[in-house]
């Protein structure tokens, strides 16, 4: 699930995968996000695919190849949801990872943070990439769980840990000629826009961070922005102003809720 209430890209390149970890013939270019991308994103339940928006974010792993191509089909890009922080039990791959990089809970249950400096959580995500996203079709990623310094994880990630790692998610989506968005730690936003297409945040409104986003809006990236507890009328005169694309889910994220201020 996602992260609930809890340089440079260089045009006409791709990133190189690191050794070892799938690398493949170059890719091309990730798709390149207008900075008013209307989107709508579904994480549970049968995907409902008449919302007009212009990109979906769906789980990768529920997604299969037949729903992806569906949504091309309606002229719609399609985000591969990957938590990438933490550990879920009911992942098919969930045997794959050891002991040693399972922390605490995260709050969710049978989720538990990962240690991210190990090398073995690297090999796992690239594959996931590839498997769930790439060989999907799938025109992005969303990285869940990217923050994992600032929370009690079990392990005693650093910023630049979470920097190396995160830095890393981009240039391994790159490799596959997918695009990424950052998804929350905006403390980070200055120092990671140049690896990545876009954000989405949760909350910003409500916890005071939308501005931390600045750097992604000034290159002309889109900033997405998931707000929960808020109504629209406390949030979305902000976020048409400063040019963030502000919507209302409800925290399932199972399509109950889609209130888009746009």
Request: one cysteine or more.
């Amino acid at each position: 699930m996602s992260g609930r209430v809890l340089a440079m890209i260089v045009v006409g390149l791709a990133w190189p995968a690191l050794p070892g970890l799938g690398a493949r013939a170059a890719s091309p270019a990730p798709w390149q996000p207008p900075q008013h991308l209307t989107w709508y994103w579904q994480l549970q339940g049968a995907i409902n695919n008449s919302i007009p928006a212009a990109a979906y974010d769906v789980d990768g792993f529920d997604t299969g190849s037949r729903e992806v191509a569906r949504l091309h089909a309606l002229g719609k890009h399609v985000i591969c949801y990957i938590d990438v922080g933490t550990w879920e039990n009911w992942r098919p791959d969930a045997h794959e990872f050891p002991s040693s990089v399972l922390g605490r809970p995260n709050g969710w249950p049978g989720e538990r943070w990962l240690d991210i400096r190990q090398q073995v959580v690297r090999r796992i995500m690239a594959h996931r990439f590839r498997q769930q996203c790439q060989d999907k079709g799938f025109d992005a990623i969303e990285p869940d769980n990217i923050d994992g310094y600032q929370n009690h994880t079990g392990f005693p990630l650093t910023a630049r840990d979470q920097l190396s790692y995160n830095e890393w998610v981009a240039r391994q989506a790159h490799s596959l000629g997918l695009a990424v968005f950052q998804k929350n730690d905006p403390s980070q936003a200055t120092r990671l826009e140049p690896y990545f297409e876009g954000v989405l945040d949760e909350q910003c409104n409500q916890y005071h961070e939308c501005s931390a986003f600045s750097p992604y809006l000034q290159e002309g990236k889109p900033v997405l922005n998931a707000e929960y507890r808020l109504g629209t009328s406390q949030f979305c005169a902000h976020d048409r102003a400063r040019g963030i694309m502000g919507a209302r889910y409800n925290l399932a994220l199972n399509g109950r809720r889609y209130e888009p201020c746009w």
